[in-house]
């Protein structure tokens, strides 16, 4: 079995250094020691793995545009459901609040394209004005198509969280800088690792893998194409730490439990029809703890989350959720990741003494089953980025 010959936790350094949403590139990640042991593990890999025959598949891109499905998950509430496989580049979902005499939209998407194609879908529904426009993080992929929206309705008020008025014009600016710069050579990269067969882990490529790179491929096709006609339109509402709002019979909370996957995470709480939209808090199939998020506090703000009532759980990426379980799970994940890293810096391991002692085994089984490509993405999410931002924290206090 290939998943046999794998290191338990390892990291892709190729991955690591493209990521898109998760933020700045891992200096750790890049030191020369650390890049020579992953090509090394790769290497040892193919020795004992070897490349199996499989026919050559061109490396089609779809488009990644109406690649959603709306579901109603309450009287007048609908979450778009992006269906694209994850990998470092997808859409998020929304959510379509439709009130008495207006609307209210969580999250706006990747790209201008994919904005349209949404607000259409809207208008299909209703013919009411979009009034409010809530962005979970400034995260590209949650803010981008906020100027389709000012387009479309331009009384549009856009809320987040107040720091995003500093930190989207800064970190977030210099993020989407690197996608743009690194994002062709990553395409090419993912193409030729298609042409070959070859996974990025080395390996034989699955199906899997297939469809989530092709994905990729498009998705980032479109960005540097939409690239130049991007304007970043930032809040025009900021919240600190609670903003309800009443529409009829209807209460909106959206509210701030504390720094997790960005500082600047909102959550959307609908108590009456019992939904939670979490941003990415919650992100499926496997948690996303980039270099923007702080895995100390992340695991008591998973917490939080867990108290308010709620059946349906609209996460930032993957589908509606209709029990608690992946959060809960999500929490524990969170507080091992936090309390091992902590004990490692106590102990006073470096970053790389503190990967291999920081155990996540029974986690990455849980969370990634038979899957290779979910193990790459709890590879470069959880035991890459995600311990690089917990020594961090550890070692600042
Ligand atoms: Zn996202």
Redesign the pocket.
């Given at each position: 079995m290939i998943e046999d010959l794998l290191p338990p936790d390892y990291t892709l350094p190729n991955l690591i250094q493209l990521r898109f949403?998760s933020g700045k590139l891992d200096r750790g990640l890049q030191r020369k020691g650390e890049s020579l042991m992953m090509k090394k593990i790769v290497f040892l890999l193919l020795l004992f793995v070897g490349i199996r025959n499989v026919s050559p598949v061109a490396a089609q891109p779809q488009s990644p545009a109406s690649n959603f499905e709306i579901q109603k998950l309450a009287e007048g509430v609908y979450a778009a459901i992006r269906k694209q496989p994850p990998l470092m580049s997808?859409d998020?979902n929304n959510v379509f609040i439709i009130n008495d005499d207006d609307v209210i939209v969580v999250d706006a998407n990747a790209s201008l394209a994919a904005t349209k194609e949404l607000i259409a879908e809207l208008r299909k529904l209703t013919n009411k004005p979009v009034k409010y426009v809530i962005n979970t993080?400034w995260?590209d992929?949650?803010i981008i198509g906020n100027q389709a929206y000012r387009d479309a309705f331009p009384q549009v008020e856009f809320i987040a969280h107040a720091s995003t008025l500093q930190d989207r014009p800064t970190i977030g600016e210099a993020n989407r800088q690197q996608m743009l710069t690194g994002g062709k050579g990553y395409a090419e990269h993912l193409r030729k690792q298609l042409e070959q067969n070859k996974s990025l882990a080395g390996t034989p490529i699955t199906e899997e893998e297939r469809i989530n790179y092709r994905s990729d491929v498009a998705w980032l096709e479109r960005a540097l194409t939409e690239a130049l006609s991007i304007k970043i339109i930032l809040p025009t509402l900021t919240v600190e730490d609670r903003l309800t709002l009443h529409r009829g019979t209807r209460t909106i909370e959206i509210r701030y439990l504390g720094r997790g996957h960005t500082g600047a995470d909102l959550i959307v709480h609908l108590p009456k029809e019992g939904i939670l939209i979490t941003?990415?808090l919650v992100?499926w199939p496997v948690p996303?703890v980039g270099s923007t998020s702080f895995p100390a506090a992340y695991s008591a703000t998973m917490d939080k989350l867990l108290t308010l009532p709620a059946n349906i759980f609209v996460p930032?990426?993957g589908p509606v959720l209709r029990d608690n379980e992946y959060l809960k799970l999500m929490s524990r994940l969170l507080t091992s990741l936090k309390d091992q890293t902590a004990a490692a810096v106590a102990r006073g391991e470096t970053l790389e003494q503190a990967r291999k002692s920081v155990n996540l085994t029974e986690f990455r089984k849980l969370f990634t089953g038979d899957s290779m490509m979910r193990r790459i993405l709890f590879g470069d999410y959880v035991s890459g980025a995600g311990v690089a931002a917990a020594y961090r924290e550890a070692t600042a206090k």
């Open positions: 949403f997808f998020p993080h995260h992929d949650h941003g990415d992100v996303l930032g990426h």
